[in-house]
């Protein structure tokens, strides 16, 4: 029997909140070593992440964007960032934020 077989869900939620909450409060050095580890070793799999660098998930074949626990659009990246969509308002909003972080430095 696989060792994780036997979580119940409450833990399995928590594990995963527990490392979303570690994911995002690491520098952007150790998030690109993570990226790339994620990229090499998973390169088969599903992965579903929560991204709160959004260049992270660019080179992602599928992008979902929830608004209150709904799926408000899902597509390619780069075609969300061509249409109309939130993902573009929210790609906007990030790279705004980031170029003021920058001059602020």
């Known amino acids: 029997m696989h ?9 399995l939620v928590e594990i995963i909140m527990s490392i979303l909450n570690y994911f995002s409060s690491v520098d952007i050095e150790t998030d690109r ?3 790339k ?3 090499e070793d998973f390169k088969n799999r599903t992965i579903i992440t929560v991204a709160h ?6 080179d992602f074949d599928r992008i979902v964007v929830l608004d209150q626990g709904c799926i408000v659009e899902q ?10 969509s939130a ?3 929210l790609w906007n909003v990030y790279k705004s934020e980031r170029v003021a972080s920058a001059m602020n430095e």
Not at 3 to 11: Q, V
Not at 75 to 84: F, I, K, V, Y
């Open 53 to 58: 660098r959004l260049e992270t998930i660019m």
């Open 37 to 39: 580890i994620i990229r």
């Open 87 to 89: 993902f573009r308002a």
């Open 3 to 11: 060792p994780y077989s036997t979580l119940l869900f409450s833990d």
């Open 33 to 35: 070593a993570m990226q």
């Open 75 to 84: 597509g390619p990246p780069g075609q969300l960032l061509e249409a109309n």
